[in-house]
């Protein structure tokens, strides 16, 4: 069931290697092992995505894309994935991850209130980034994790499924 479902939700192989945005990546966009979808591939793509997705950078599909190539991991989910990152969830995201690493470094939770101008947000990055930069890596590495263990036990319960209602085909009892 994983297999099929999430090859139903991931960009086609021939979509991803024609994306404007991935083609200077070039021959290695050919190499079979990022596009074979099994249990290691699919959850080291599944947690890197989640990883990239705390990145606080723009364009993260290309980060998840070169990461994915490097690793050797499913390169289609690990990009799908990034896709949690997005402007419905931005603000629960950055404010999660700026709390956790006010929590970490000890410091209390700022009331900041921002300017539009470059000295505002010299001023933001000076007075949130550090916390912000903290729990996003912190975030980032927790929630990878998790997912990791969670398409694993998800596929090796497919698995699982599958093999005991063939068996019981076979068996009737």
């Not at 998840?64 to 690793?71: G, T, Y």
């Not at 603000?91 to 999660?96: D, E, L, R, T």
């Not at 007075?127 to 930069?133: C, D, N, T, V, Y």
């Not at 912190?138 to 319960?157: E, H, K, S």
């Amino acid at each position: 069931m994983p297999k099929r479902t999430i090859q139903r939700f991931i960009p086609k192989t021939e979509e991803l290697r024609q994306h404007k945005h991935l083609k200077f990546l070039g021959e290695w966009l050919h190499s079979p092992s990022i596009w074979h979808l099994n249990r290691r591939s699919a959850a080291g793509g599944f947690a890197l995505g989640i990883f990239v997705a705390f990145v606080p950078i723009p364009m993260q599909m290309i980060l998840a894309a070169m990461l994915a190539i490097a690793l050797k991991v499913n390169l289609p989910l690990s990009v799908a994935m990034v896709w949690i990152s997005n402007p419905i969830t931005w603000p629960a995201m950055f404010y999660g991850c700026y709390w956790v690493g006010t929590k970490l470094l000890g410091q209390a939770t700022l009331d900041y209130r921002f300017h539009v101008s470059i000295e505002g947000l010299r001023s933001l990055l000076t007075a949130l980034g550090p916390a912000f930069l903290l729990g996003s890596l912190v975030c980032g590495v927790v929630f990878a994790i998790i997912g990791y263990v969670f398409m694993t036990n998800l596929w090796r319960a497919s698995v699982r499924r599958r093999y005991l209602r063939r068996r019981s085909k076979v068996n009737p009892e």
